[in-house]
T-cell receptor, first 112, second 110 residues
Framework: DVKVTQSSRYLVKRTGEKVFLECVQD?????MFWYRQDPGLGLRLIYFSYDVKMKEKGDIPEGYSVSREKKERFSLILESASTNQTSMYLC???????????FGPGTRLTVT | KNEVEQSPQNLTAQEGEFITINCSYSVGISALHWLQQHPGGGIVSLFMLSSGKKKHGRLIATINIQEKHSSLHITASHPRDSAVYIC????????????FGKGTKLSVIP
């Protein structure tokens, strides 16, 4: 079974803190994604990566950066957390073709 | 950019009822996914469709490419089917992205 793990299920941070969310997949997938999910807005793509050290902006990259130093690991960084970044963050990985994506369990981040 | 609309937003059903969730999209696609998200957050893929119909247990997914419409049906619904169901469209070669609907929250009452 494909496994995508995220470093935390719940996280509480203060405004202005630097926040790291980590995602690890064990299926040697080329593509990895970070989404945020908010009520009424659905899933929105923040960043994705199609190879090591490669990254592309998604629909809402402002306030975020990413790092992919190894194929299995994709990190989302909030340089200076703000309250409007309180959300559920979901990581996914997948291969090409018809683009099936496998999701991690999610991290519910609260910024106070 | 593809727009993906789902209906209804919320659905409450009695156990045993037949359920239909609809998904329409604005631009031609290569494939459409149906995803299930249980309370707590984890998302699992139910189906990936490019044409016709697929069945898995009590779940059936159909797609009409010409009408840009897909449906997810649940037969003999059960309280454990309570979840958010999300459709997502994949536009095709050259695109890495899925476009997601906002989800349909299903509650099945015993």
């Amino acid at each position: 079974d494909v496994k995508v793990t995220q470093s935390s299920r719940y996280l509480v941070k203060r405004t202005g803190e630097k926040v790291f969310l980590e995602c690890v997949q064990d299926m040697d997938h080329e593509n990895m994604f970070w989404y945020r999910q908010d009520p009424g807005l659905g899933l929105r793509l923040i960043y994705f990566s199609y190879d090591v050290k490669m990254k592309e902006k998604g629909d809402i990259p402002e306030g975020y950066s990413v790092s992919r130093e190894k194929k299995e690991r994709f990190s989302l960084i909030l340089e200076s957390a703000s309250t409007n970044q309180t959300s559920m963050y979901l990581c996914a990985s997948g291969t090409g073709g018809f683009y099936e994506q496998y999701f991690g369990p999610g991290t519910r981040l609260t910024v106070t | 950019k593809n727009e993906v609309e789902q209906s209804p937003q919320n659905l409450t059903a009695q156990e045993g009822e037949f359920i239909t969730i609809n998904c329409s999209y604005s631009v031609g696609i290569s494939a459409l996914h149906w995803l299930q998200q249980h309370p707590g957050g984890g998302i699992v893929s139910l189906f990936m469709l490019s044409s016709g119909k697929k069945k898995h247990g009590r779940l059936i997914a159909t797609i009409n490419i010409q009408e840009k419409h897909s449906s997810l049906h649940i037969t003999a619904s059960h309280p454990r089917d309570s979840a958010v169901y999300i459709c997502a469209a994949y536009s095709g070669a050259g695109s890495y992205q899925l476009t997601f609907g906002k989800g349909t929250k299903l509650s099945v009452i015993p």
